[in-house]
């Protein structure tokens, strides 16, 4: 005992040492962090912020972010909270070495919404859908998958058992499809397809170390899209899409893994990829407005990459980014990361000049920067009265 006590003060001292004379010789080495490192800029010294105390505070501040090899203590921590099936930046890993993010987890089993802000939300798409009927347009709603509901099967376990004692999950999901189907907006519920691919599938629809869809659940979805709005009177060519895996991911495939400060970690398994063409029947020639949010990326990222169903393509990523792509004889242009315009600045008169207006969020929560979009643009139809 006494040896182990010795071994363990000298591990201790030995570190400290090591620590203090980087410091002193301004060595460090670091490895890669992500979310836990503020930049703090090291303090100048003077004798006036020394008197008062300032000097100290704002040197004690850099030195706890800066201290040598604080990035390899912290991912020794974090390795530590992982492999005992902790929380590491909101990530935890559950069964099967999936790996779930606690917002989702918490939109699956505990977010509800307010009945007044869904009160509103739903005059507010009343509003909207009746003015675009008048103008001959369409507003089509898109739920995009919850990861923590189709695989709530590989939940980590204190989150299975807060899903035992939950009457009702899923909660937004059911109030928006009701909500939707009361005021007869059309909508598709990609959870239902999700299910199906994850027991029918030729591979799972999501990645183990991811948060989004990968390419093979999201292209089978844009062909439902696809399908869906043909089915209300639209001429959109389907996709014809090959798959084949491979160990290199897509860029969603490992957006989970990539948050984790550990050393050891899930390798996931092979990524599904595909390469579609389109089946030129039918020109493209529809034009899509829409409000989206980071599972539209996927559809966005795939058009470039292979062709576009739509003659342009414009779409609003929350309220921080936009996408415009258009489809010509030239060929498809576009850029999809480009600055969003502020909401109270839209032109929402232009959403008129296409066919479809698109609502698309995930089905685990009803965004608040989708709240604002749709009462902002009912707003606009109310002054036009």
Same mark, same amino acid.
């Given at each position: 005992?006494?040896?182990?006590?010795?071994?363990?003060?000298?591990?201790?001292?030995?570190?400290?040492?090591?620590?203090? $004379?980087?410091?002193?010789?301004?060595?460090?080495?670091?490895?890669?962090?992500?979310?836990?490192?503020?930049?703090?800029?090291?303090?100048?010294? *003077?004798?006036?912020?020394?008197?008062?105390?300032?000097?100290?505070?704002? @040197?004690?501040?850099?030195?706890?972010?800066? &201290?040598?090899?604080?990035?390899?203590?912290?991912?020794?921590?974090?390795?530590?909270?992982?492999? &005992?099936?902790?929380?590491?930046?909101?990530?935890?890993? $559950?069964?099967?070495?999936?790996?779930? $993010?606690?917002?989702? #987890?918490?939109?699956? #089993?505990?977010?509800?919404?307010?009945? *007044?802000?869904?009160?509103?939300?739903?005059?507010?798409?009343?509003?909207?859908? %009746?003015? #675009? =009927?008048?103008?001959?347009?369409?507003?089509?709603?898109?739920?995009?998958?919850?990861?923590?509901?189709? @695989?709530?099967?590989?939940?980590?376990?204190?989150?299975? #058992? =807060?899903?035992?004692?939950?009457?009702?999950?899923?909660?937004?999901?059911?109030?928006?499809?009701?909500?939707?189907?009361?005021?007869?907006?059309?909508?598709?519920?990609?959870?239902?397809?999700? &299910?199906?691919?994850?027991?029918?599938?030729?591979?799972?629809?999501?990645?183990?170390?991811?948060?989004?869809?990968?390419?093979?659940?999201?292209?089978?979805?844009?062909?439902?899209?696809?399908?869906?709005?043909?089915?209300? $009177?639209?001429?959109?060519? %389907?996709?014809?899409?090959?798959?084949?895996? *491979?160990?290199?991911?897509?860029?969603?495939?490992?957006?989970?893994?990539?948050?984790?400060?550990?050393?050891?970690?899930?390798?996931?398994?092979?990524?599904?990829?595909?390469?579609?063409?389109?089946?030129?029947?039918?020109?493209?020639?529809?034009?899509?407005?829409?409000?989206?949010?980071?599972?539209?990326?996927?559809?966005?990222?795939?058009?470039?990459?292979?062709?576009?169903?739509?003659?342009?393509?414009?779409?609003? @990523? @929350?309220? %921080?980014?936009?996408?415009?792509?258009?489809?010509?004889?030239?060929?498809?242009?576009?850029?999809?990361?480009?600055?969003?315009?502020?909401?109270?600045?839209?032109?929402? *008169?232009?959403?008129?000049?296409?066919?479809? &207006?698109?609502?698309?969020?995930?089905?685990?929560?009803?965004?608040?920067?989708?709240?604002?979009?749709?009462?902002?643009?009912?707003?606009?139809?109310?002054?036009?009265?």
């Amino acid at each position: 005992m006494k040896a182990a006590k010795m071994l363990f003060c000298i591990i201790n001292l030995g570190i400290c040492i090591l620590v203090f $004379g980087l410091f002193i010789f301004k060595k460090d080495f670091t490895t890669p962090l992500v979310g836990v490192t503020v930049d703090k800029p090291k303090p100048v010294f *003077s004798i006036k912020s020394l008197m008062v105390g300032s000097f100290q505070h704002e @040197y004690e501040d850099w030195l706890g972010e800066n &201290f040598p090899l604080r990035s390899f203590f912290i991912k020794g921590y974090d390795q530590i909270i992982y492999s &005992f099936g902790g929380t590491v930046n909101d990530i935890q890993p $559950g069964k099967k070495e999936d790996l779930h $993010g606690k917002m989702w #987890l918490n939109g699956y #089993l505990m977010y509800d919404i307010d009945a *007044s802000v869904l009160e509103q939300y739903k005059n507010d798409l009343n509003t909207i859908n %009746q003015y #675009l =009927i008048s103008h001959n347009k369409k507003l089509c709603y898109m739920l995009s998958p919850n990861k923590s509901e189709i @695989y709530s099967d590989s939940m980590p376990w204190n989150y299975k #058992l =807060i899903e035992k004692n939950t009457q009702k999950p899923a909660q937004a999901r059911w109030k928006i499809r009701n909500l939707l189907t009361e005021l007869e907006i059309p909508y598709l519920d990609t959870a239902d397809i999700m &299910f199906d691919l994850k027991k029918n599938g030729k591979y799972q629809p999501f990645p183990k170390t991811g948060i989004h869809w990968n390419r093979y659940g999201s292209s089978i979805a844009l062909n439902m899209w696809i399908k869906f709005l043909n089915e209300r $009177g639209f001429q959109v060519p %389907q996709i014809q899409a090959e798959f084949d895996e *491979s160990e290199t991911p897509d860029k969603s495939d490992t957006d989970y893994r990539d948050l984790l400060n550990v050393y050891i970690h899930s390798k996931g398994e092979l990524y599904p990829h595909v390469k579609f063409t389109l089946d030129m029947s039918k020109e493209p020639e529809v034009k899509i407005y829409a409000m989206t949010t980071s599972y539209h990326t996927a559809f966005m990222e795939m058009f470039l990459e292979n062709d576009m169903p739509f003659s342009k393509y414009k779409r609003l @990523y @929350y309220n %921080q980014y936009q996408s415009l792509l258009i489809r010509d004889q030239n060929g498809l242009s576009g850029d999809l990361w480009m600055n969003a315009t502020p909401f109270d600045q839209i032109d929402y *008169s232009e959403i008129i000049d296409y066919d479809i &207006f698109v609502i698309e969020h995930n089905a685990g929560e009803l965004p608040e920067a989708h709240i604002d979009f749709i009462r902002r643009f009912a707003e606009y139809i109310n002054s036009l009265n």
